[in-house]
């Protein structure tokens, strides 16, 4: 897997507010890092994961 690529799609879905596919999409290509033991690969969409988690926050939540 190309995980920059797969970031740029993941982040055409995040620029439309569709936090749910972009954070299934995440879950899924870290996974697939974990499958192939690819460690980095899987901090790296970890370290995505709670980006979207942020953006939600900043946009959703209390103030």
């Given at each position: 897997?190309?995980?920059?690529?797969?970031?740029?799609?993941?982040?055409?879905?995040?620029?439309?507010?569709?936090?749910h596919?972009?954070?299934?999409l995440s879950?899924s290509?870290?996974?697939?890092?974990?499958?192939?033991?690819?460690?980095?690969?899987?901090?790296?969409?970890?370290?995505?994961?709670?980006?979207?988690?942020?953006?939600?926050?900043?946009r959703?939540?209390?103030k």
């Open positions: 897997m190309n995980i920059e690529t797969e970031k740029e799609n993941i982040q055409t879905h995040i620029d439309k507010g569709n936090f596919a972009a954070i299934n879950i290509a870290m996974n697939e890092c974990r499958r192939n033991e690819d460690q980095a690969g899987v901090d790296e969409f970890i370290e995505f994961i709670r980006a979207i988690v942020d953006i939600m926050a900043d959703f939540g209390s």
